[in-house]
């Protein structure tokens, strides 16, 4: 009867040795953040794209950012008489993984397609404010600056 009891404290301890083990291999490595950024202010748009570009270098490019647009904010991003500042900051997040979505209902009330904004933009088809809400769905954290 001893015996069967001293081999189950060592499977126990076997156990929970292996499961901090696990649980300390899952505490080096972060979880992979997924944020959704809410754009509507022309006025934002270079501290948003500044948060962002914050938002790759603090976790180490370890982040999936989607960028929603819509409003005011969208004429920033028409790639022509854009800035080369804003143009340069955006292309260059695009390559660190930002994606980009542009509000369907913007872009016909303000007669602009795709062609028109920079490269890197699809189209939110059902609007900027569902696809918002269908990526909060998904896990993403929501954030307005």
Do not use: W
């Not at 754009?39 to 748009?45: P, T």
């Not at 028109?116 to 088809?125: K, P, T």
């Amino acid at each position: 009867m001893r015996r069967r009891d001293m081999f189950r404290a060592v499977l126990a301890g076997t156990g929970a040795f292996f499961g901090l083990r696990v649980v300390q291999a899952a505490a080096a490595e972060p979880a992979r953040q997924k944020v959704a950024y809410h754009l509507s202010d022309l006025d934002k748009v270079n501290f948003v794209l500044g948060n962002i570009k914050n938002h790759y270098d603090g976790t180490g490019g370890n982040v999936e950012i989607v960028l929603v647009v819509h409003g005011p904010a969208l004429a920033a991003f028409k790639s022509k008489g854009i800035s080369a500042a804003v143009s340069g900051r955006f292309a260059g997040l695009v390559r660190q993984g930002l994606e980009p979505r542009a509000c369907a209902n913007t872009m016909q009330g303000m007669d602009i397609s795709l062609a028109d904004l920079l490269a890197g933009f699809h189209a939110a088809d059902k609007g900027g404010v569902v696809k918002l809400a269908e990526l909060q769905g998904q896990g993403y954290a929501y954030l307005r600056p």
